[in-house]
């Protein structure tokens, strides 16, 4: 039997994860706990790894904005548009200014549903399910204006090399106006909520704190580092497709708690709800692509490389695309938010309760499915291997070591 | 009357789920919890969340089942009580989807348990994913009917049932 002294330290590690009622997805915590409160916490992920880029790789170039664009399903249309925009970098290509504002408002749109989506879990996580369930429910509107302009509610693969690959009759605008509306005035309801509900605000305020030189230190993006105070929006600091054109606001919070991280996601919403609203006022006429057809788009890829950046829901998304000439890319490098965020945003649990983990970690966002990564084991040594990156770039090497 | 013949009467009236996402996109994952919402409503017909998997009756894979994964999904299925109905939810997970020839998948879900409900779609729409989880309630029924000819008196406890596994 053991006999607790009161100057004794007990460390208990507990495993949160694959399989969690508070976590949607395979990622497992393994959080150090000292009594309730946490010492020390760890990510482990790889749950999620399917070799996106090692299959880029091996298919065109065309083929490849359907691949990228299942990296994650929530936010499946940046990340088309990344991959575009990097390979229009690479061949020198113009977008015509109709095509530009349709990617916004389709970026826009998903960007709504993703933060009503992340609004909505948290209050499940919180406890709240009747707030789940309404927010749920309205966002099934954002999803049903989605399928509206793409053709589809999720992957629409809507984004293409020099263009987007459907255009939005005029017919539709008072549709969408319609019910865009409506979730502007259902959103004021749900605000009032966030800001003013007692249990909400027990529950997430002062709970997970990163101060502004903390979240520059850990490097996090997106409205984690915006709800500590740090004004930075890839839409702002380098302007793609029509965002230079569009007016709107940098929402920011000096708190840097769990709260802060959503009210800035609510703001956030409005200032996408009033850009949808001026992309619709303001649709230049035109072409959507800068050839007659989408089949007369050129088969032949020069040499060289090409850098796509845009504002992901989550944060700053980033694609590298290199091209030796050949109808396959070379080289296509994913840079996604959540990675940073998931794994440098571990230190705002430390010292937490164990209760506020889920609260935590939901207000990063997550999305386990654009940040996995993978590790080789060599089981007959028993040892992890390092890949220099030389050895990547081996074709044939790299084929020994996954087959 | 045996446990099983309570069971029968229960699993058609509330089947309760368990959605394990074993490497998917996230793509049918939100069009699984749109499925579980108001506009949908599949509460109508008793349809859950279970917090457990020894608490649930159906189990929604989504995911082409990475290799990672696969045993964790081995491991839930098996502490899942019999009868049981897996719904393999997503070109992902019927196949491998855009991602075949990967090297870190298995390609389906029926390579690693064994799948009564497919679901094509690249996601689903929340409608076809409710309908198969009414086809499910089906089979589920069906399965206990069958344990109660065969003369089951108790569903098997945690980790004896008898699984088909091959990887």
């Excluded at chain 1, 409160?37 to 996106?52: L, M, T, W």
């Excluded at chain 1, 664009?69 to 575009?84: L, P, Q, S």
């Excluded at chain 1, 919180?126 to 793409?150: A, H």
């Excluded at chain 1, 609203?277 to 072409?287: A, I, R």
Aim: hydrophobic content about 40%; overall charge positive.
């Amino acid at each position: 039997m053991v006999t607790a002294n009161s100057d004794e330290k007990y460390v208990v590690e507990i495993p949160v994860g694959p399989q969690h009622p508070a976590l949607h997805e395979p990622i497992s915590l393994r959080l150090k706990v000292e009594g309730e409160q946490v010492v020390d916490a760890h990510v482990v992920s790889g749950y999620n790894h399917r070799g996106i880029e090692w299959l880029a790789e091996r298919k065109t170039f065309y083929q490849d904005i359907f691949l990228v664009a299942r990296t994650c399903g929530i936010c499946n249309a940046v990340h088309g548009a990344a991959y575009v925009q990097a390979v229009e970098d690479l061949m020198g290509i113009e977008v015509p200014p109709r095509a530009k504002y349709l990617r916004v408002l389709v970026m826009e749109l998903e960007r709504i549903h993703s933060h009503m989506l992340v609004l909505a879990v948290l209050a499940e996580v919180l406890g709240f399910d009747t707030l789940f369930m309404l927010m749920m429910r309205d966002r099934e509107r954002v999803m049903y204006l989605k399928e509206l302009v793409t053709g589809n509610r999720v992957h629409a693969d809507f984004m293409f090399i020099g263009g987007v690959r459907r255009d939005l009759p005029s017919d539709k605008k008072d549709k969408i106006l319609k019910h865009i509306n409506y979730i502007e005035e259902r959103m004021k309801h749900y605000e009032k909520i966030w800001a003013e509900d007692p249990i909400i605000l027990k529950r997430t305020q002062g709970v997970g704190v990163a101060s502004r030189s903390q979240a520059l230190l850990h490097s996090l993006v997106g409205p984690v580092v915006r709800g500590s105070g740090v004004r930075s929006d890839i839409r702002l600091i380098d302007p793609y497709d029509a965002y230079d054109e569009i007016p709107f606001n940098v929402v920011t919070r000096d708190e840097g708690d769990t709260w802060a991280r959503m009210m800035v996601r609510i703001g956030e919403i409005y200032e996408s709800i009033n850009m949808v609203k001026y992309v619709l006022e303001h649709l230049p006429s035109g072409p959507i692509i800068p050839w007659k057809t989408i089949k007369a788009a050129p088969r032949r890829f020069p040499i060289g490389e090409g850098i796509g950046r845009v504002e992901a829901p989550r944060g700053e998304l980033l694609y590298h695309v290199v091209s030796d000439g050949k109808p396959k890319p070379y080289r296509v490098k994913i840079r996604t938010p959540s990675l940073l965020n998931i794994h440098n945003g571990v230190f705002m649990m430390l010292d937490q309760y164990i209760a506020d983990i889920p609260a935590i970690f939901a207000s990063f966002d997550p999305c386990i499915s654009c940040m996995e990564r993978v590790i080789v084991v060599d089981n007959k040594n028993n040892r992890v291997l390092r890949i220099p990156w030389r050895k990547l770039a081996d074709r044939e090497y790299v084929e020994k070591i996954f087959r | 009357m045996g446990l099983i013949s309570v069971i029968r009467w229960g699993v058609k009236r509330s089947p309760w789920l368990l959605h394990f996402n074993t490497g998917a996109c996230n793509g049918c994952d939100i069009e699984v919890l749109a499925a579980i919402t108001p506009l949908y409503d599949p509460e109508r017909y008793g349809v859950k969340l279970a917090p457990s998997p020894r608490h649930a009756d159906i189990i929604v894979v989504t995911g082409l089942v990475t290799k990672k994964a696969a045993e964790r999904l081995k491991r839930i299925y098996d502490q899942i009580p019999e009868p049981k109905v897996v719904v393999a939810v997503g070109a992902c997970a019927i196949s491998g989807g855009v991602f075949q020839g990967s090297y870190s998948h298995y390609s389906g879900v029926d390579r690693v348990i064994p799948v009564d409900v497919y679901i094509p779609g690249c996601p689903p729409r929340p409608d076809a994913i409710l309908k198969g989880i009414i086809r499910a309630v089906e089979i589920l029924e069906e399965k206990a009917k069958k344990m109660e000819e065969l003369g089951v008196s108790s569903p098997s406890r945690v980790g004896e049932s008898a699984t088909t596994q091959t990887s």
